[in-house]
């Protein structure tokens, strides 16, 4: 069998960690334009809208790359 609670627990962790991360995203939204940063490629001509967010999509990787490596660090 195993230990049940302890998966439980991973799992309610998981939750609660992805919970804080919307909420500072939500917050993060207010304060700052995250999303429409000027690397980010935008192009709209009629009808028809591109959007690519290529310099958010690497500032967010940098920075869960940074937190994530501190928080799993020996």
């Not at 290529?54 to 500032?59: A, C, I, Q, Y």
């Amino acid at each position: 069998m195993g230990d049940w609670s302890f998966f439980g627990k991973m799992l309610l962790g998981m939750g609660l960690l992805i919970a804080l991360m919307g909420l500072i995203l939500l917050g993060m939204g207010k304060l700052f334009s995250f999303g429409r940063l000027p690397g980010d490629i935008y192009i709209q001509k009629g009808n028809f809208t591109f959007y690519f967010p290529l310099l958010s999509s690497l500032l967010l990787s940098l920075i869960l790359t940074v937190v994530l490596n501190l928080i799993f660090r020996r």
